[in-house]
C-alpha cells in the first residue's frame, strides 16, 4: 500500500508564502502524474495543482501565478511553494496522483490569518 505524508503547513499571515512537501513510499514514484489537493472547512476537496512527468502543469484558476507545483522523484517527494496567500486559501492541503490513485493522507493545514 502507498503512504503519503505531508508537511509544511502551519499558521502565515496574508501575503506571505509557505512551501508544503509530501513524501510517498510503497510505489514507483517518477510514474505518475501527481497533485496537490485541498479541502477548506465546510467545502468539498479541490484539485489545486498538478504535475506530469513531462513536466507539463495546470492549476486552480484562483491561485494561478501564486502556486507552484514541483517534484524530486530522486527522494520521491513533491511540493507545493505558496505565495502571495490569501485567508481563502486555509485548508487542509492533501497530496495525491493526478486522479487520486493512492490512499488519502491526513494532509497538512495551512491557516492563513492576521
Known amino acids: 500500500q502507498v503512504q503519503v505524508v505531508e508537511s509544511g503547513g502551519g499558521l502565515v499571515q496574508p501575503g506571505g508564502s509557505v512551501r508544503l512537501s509530501c513524501t510517498v513510499s510503497g510505489t514507483i514514484f517518477s510514474i505518475y502524474a501527481v497533485a496537490w489537493y485541498r479541502q477548506a472547512p465546510g467545502k468539498q476537496r479541490e484539485l489545486v495543482a498538478g504535475l506530469r512527468p513531462d513536466g507539463n502543469t495546470n492549476y486552480l484558476d484562483s491561485v494561478k501565478g501564486r502556486f507552484t507545483i514541483s517534484r524530486d522523484n530522486a527522494k520521491n517527494r513533491m511540493y507545493l511553494q505558496m505565495n502571495s496567500l490569501t485567508p481563502e486559501d486555509t485548508a487542509v492541503y492533501y497530496c495525491?496522483?493526478?486522479?487520486?490513485?493512492?490512499?488519502w493522507g491526513k494532509g497538512t493545514l495551512v491557516t492563513v490569518s492576521s
Open positions: 495525491n496522483t493526478f486522479s487520486g490513485l493512492w490512499d
